[in-house]
C-alpha cells in the first residue's frame, strides 16, 4: 500500500480497499460500476420472479424463452441484458420497466454497497 500523505489513519476496511484499489483508477472505477450494474439487474430479475412466486420455468414461459435463459439474466456475472427482454419480464409479471438517470453521488468513484 502506498503512504499518501493526505491520508489520515484508519482501520475503516472500505475506507482502505478504495484508496488501494480504487483511488486515482478510472478504469478500475468504471468496471466495478459496470458489474455492480450487471448484479443489480440480475437481482432485480430475480426478486420480482420471487415475488411473483414463479419459477424460473414457469417465468421463461411467460416470456416466451427457456429457464436457460432466465437463469441466465439472474446471474450476476451475465452483461447482456437488453431493455427489450427487460420488458418481456415485466410485462410478463405484470410489471413495466421504468427507466431514470440520475446524477451520481458525488465524485467517480465506488460506492460502499452493504452486502
Known sequence: MKNNPAWKPTTDGIEIIDRVFFEGRPERIAAYEETSADCDVGRAIRELRT????SQRELAKRVGTTA???CRLEDADYEGHSFAMLRRVADAVGKQVVLRFVPRRGPRRAPHRPM
Not at 415475488?51 to 414463479?54: D, L, M, T, Y
Open 51 to 54: 415475488k411473483a412466486k414463479i
Open 68 to 70: 436457460s435463459v432466465i
